[in-house]
């Protein structure tokens, strides 16, 4: 395992249809982290975990989202009710325990919503 | 509230041009750390650099060096005689308050294209 791994790379979806996408953090980190990316723009917070609690939750966060990380291995990050606002790219990151450290990105899952 | 400005939204150099990336940051909280990332359009963003508040040392590796200045709450990155593959978005970041914080506020980015 070299690094954050997310599935799928692409997702294409008819608005109003939910989805889901999963990532996969480096072994051993504890933390895991979701950020959404526009176009154009940098990435942004929506969520952390430290293990399987979630810590912190991003406004951008409406009540359409939902993630979990049930063993404090992988997490899922579910859309319902998809809308075209929801096309970005989200990405997944991890860190490891030490709290002086960087996150490690994944290469994203890229949503569209048609 | 955290902020991070990256007034440079593209740059375009030739080939062994050096370029100066700019990152002004802005935070209440005295502990607080920065970081360089490279989002090529592979779309993973790869780290470069962190650096903490308490540390103003500048730092070199290999063409890539930074420059910290608290006094103007700046995060500058500079490539030297840059290359085709240095070509990517890049993104600087702030994560303040250390203790339990650990979000991440970026940048807006800059394009870097690099021309042979």
């Known amino acids: 395992d070299t690094g954050v791994s997310q599935d799928p790379r692409h997702k294409i979806t008819k608005r109003g249809q939910n989805v889901t996408f999963r990532c996969d953090p480096i072994?051993?980190?504890?933390?895991l982290y979701w950020y959404r990316q526009t176009l154009g723009q940098g990435p942004e917070f929506l969520t952390y975990?430290?293990?399987?609690?979630?810590?912190?939750k991003s406004r951008l966060l409406s009540d359409r989202f939902s993630a979990e990380r049930p063993k404090g291995s992988f997490s899922t990050l579910e859309i319902q009710r998809t809308e075209q606002g929801d096309s970005a790219m989200y990405l997944c990151?991890?860190?490891?325990?030490?709290?002086?450290?960087?996150?490690?990105f994944g290469q994203g899952t890229r949503l569209t919503v048609v | 509230a955290q902020k991070v400005t990256q007034a440079q939204t593209e740059i375009s150099v030739v080939e062994k041009e050096d370029v100066t990336l700019d990152c002004v940051y802005e935070?209440?909280?005295?502990?607080?750390?920065l970081f360089w990332y490279k989002q090529p359009p592979s779309g993973e963003l790869v780290f470069l650099i962190r650096?903490?508040?308490?540390?103003?040392q500048n730092e070199i590796s290999g063409r890539y060096s930074w420059n910290f200045q608290k006094s103007t709450s700046s995060f500058n990155f500079t490539i030297t005689a840059s290359q085709v593959v240095d070509s990517a978005v890049y993104f600087c970041?702030?994560?303040?308050?250390?203790?339990?914080?650990?979000?991440?506020?970026f940048g807006k980015g800059t394009l870097l294209t690099v021309n042979p």
């Open positions: 650096r903490n508040s308490f540390d103003e």
């Open positions: 970041a702030l994560r303040a308050g250390g203790g339990s914080n650990y979000k991440l506020t």
């Open positions: 990151a991890s860190s490891p325990p030490e709290q002086y450290t960087e996150a490690f």
């Open positions: 935070t209440r909280d005295t502990t607080y750390y």
């Open positions: 975990f430290q293990n399987e609690a979630q810590l912190e």
């Open positions: 072994s051993e980190h504890n933390r």
